[in-house]
């Protein structure tokens, strides 16, 4: 009954890259450093970003198998909640 939810949320999260929420943190990140080490700090967070990316997706089996598709979704829900305070505080 409820099998439309994940679909949406897929559609939801890839319409928000489109319109332009995914480079947002790279674009800042540059700001954040001295111009003396702009181009090193914004270089680490480029490789990390995309290290993460890269590790999301090849975790993504493994995940659901261990943790079926609505455990998964529920630890995705999760550390996004974790995500919200910090960010709001640090």
């Known amino acids: ?26 674009i800042l990140s540059i700001e954040y450093f001295p111009t003396a080490i702009r181009t090193q700090g914004s270089s680490i967070c ?15 089996t493994p995940m659901l198998e261990g943790m079926t598709q609505t455990g998964l979704y529920a630890f995705y829900a999760s550390v996004c909640a974790l995500g919200i305070p910090f960010a709001y505080f640090v």
């Open 46 to 60: 480029y490789t990390f970003g995309t290290l993460a990316g890269v590790a999301a997706l090849q975790l993504y």
């Open 1 to 26: 009954m409820y099998g439309w939810i994940p679909l949406v949320c897929l559609m939801v999260s890839q319409a928000a890259v489109v319109v332009g929420a995914n480079p947002v943190p790279y």
